[in-house]
Structures are given as structure tokens and as C-alpha cells.
């Protein structure tokens, strides 16, 4: 499966920052807020990340926090 990763901050919109803002909130659960992080700006189905393989899943939420990173 290939999904679209955002590889710049004005490939991210103001909606996809607003709802990732809601749950990333002090004390989320690990797992659940990477399989959101990727449901919110990759937009793929959290059914479908949730069968990602755990590393791959982390390494996609790494390159997206890279751009949320950037000015």
C-alpha cells in the first residue's frame, strides 16, 4: 500500500493541525496517537494503519513530525 506522506509544512492543513492539536494531549496512549497521526495527514482509514507494522508506523509519524518541525 503507498500512502501520501506531507514532505512540507504547506502540504499540511490548518483543519489536519487543529484535529491532530486535539489529541495530542499529555498522557495519550503511544499507539493510539501515531495510528491518529497518520489518519490525520496521511488520510488513510486508522482500521488500515492500526495493520502497519509498528515500526513502520513510527518511522511515518518521525518524517510527519519533521514537518510540523519546520518554520
Do not use: W
Not at 499540511?12 to 495530542?24: D, G, P, R, W
Not at 494531549?25 to 503511544?30: H, I, L, M, P, T
Not at 495527514?41 to 518521525?62: N, S
Amino acid at each position: 500500500m503507498k500512502i501520501s506522506v506531507p514532505t512540507n509544512i504547506n502540504d499540511i492543513t490548518l483543519e489536519q493541525f487543529q484535529k491532530y492539536s486535539l489529541v495530542n494531549v499529555e498522557g495519550a496512549d503511544k499507539e493510539f496517537l501515531t495510528h491518529k497521526t497518520i489518519e490525520i495527514f496521511c488520510d488513510v482509514d486508522i482500521k488500515t494503519v492500526a495493520k502497519f507494522p509498528i515500526k513502520d508506523a513510527r518511522e511515518i509519524v518521525k518524517d510527519i513530525h519533521a514537518v510540523l518541525d519546520q518554520e
